[in-house]
């Protein structure tokens, strides 16, 4: 529906609703996509955690510390980074997650999300998840499966975060497009024309073209 949005997604061993010990309830909606096994932990509030239970307490602490540096992850990625950059970290992200619990299989994410939960933790849509899939699977970087996801090369799919960020004049380009510019013919800069203007310019362009696309 376009609705929905993933902001995590948990893995075995994850404490869950941690926020749930410092407030009356999660601000979080938990849904189970295969057979799970849960614990229920009642813990004392405020505190009184830390004063009786400092190992939980620290556990929990580090737990909300990495989910804060999670979203601000997809923060990131929902505001700054194209189709490619955002899979691609999302990529990432899950093999060190998986590696560092010992249930990455090789070069193999094996995680029950299809492509309509990467949309949703991407904030794309379907459309531009098999597309994006589509060329990692072209330039031989990642394959997508049903179930799994295999990396065929971890380096390139890193690098694709780090190249796309540093391509020349990539932010001044994206730029002159959100302000309407187009590009001269025959020449790089781009010519910028007041909205509704219509006719050859009579004046000095410095006062009708728009500064900062003379650069």
Known sequence: SGRRQIVNYALPGDILCADSVLFKASSFDLTARTAASLIRIDTPQGSELFDRHPGLAA???????????ILAERVVSLGRRDSLEKLAHALCELEARLSAIGLMRGRTIELPLNQEDFAD???ISVIHVNRTF??????KIAEYRKGAIDLL??????????RRRAEP?????????SRGCRPRRGRRRAAC???????????????????????
């Open 59 to 69: 556990a929990i602490a580090w737990t909300m510390g990495q989910e804060d540096s």
């Open 121 to 123: 933790v991407l904030g």
């Open 134 to 139: 589509r060329r990692l699977s072209e330039e």
């Open 153 to 162: 090369d971890r380096a390139r799919l890193a690098e694709a975060i780090r």
């Open 169 to 177: 004049g990539r932010e001044r380009r994206a730029a002159q497009r």
């Open 193 to 215: 024309a007041p909205r509704g203007w219509r006719g050859r310019a009579r004046g000095p362009p410095s006062r009708l073209a728009d500064p900062a696309c003379r650069r």
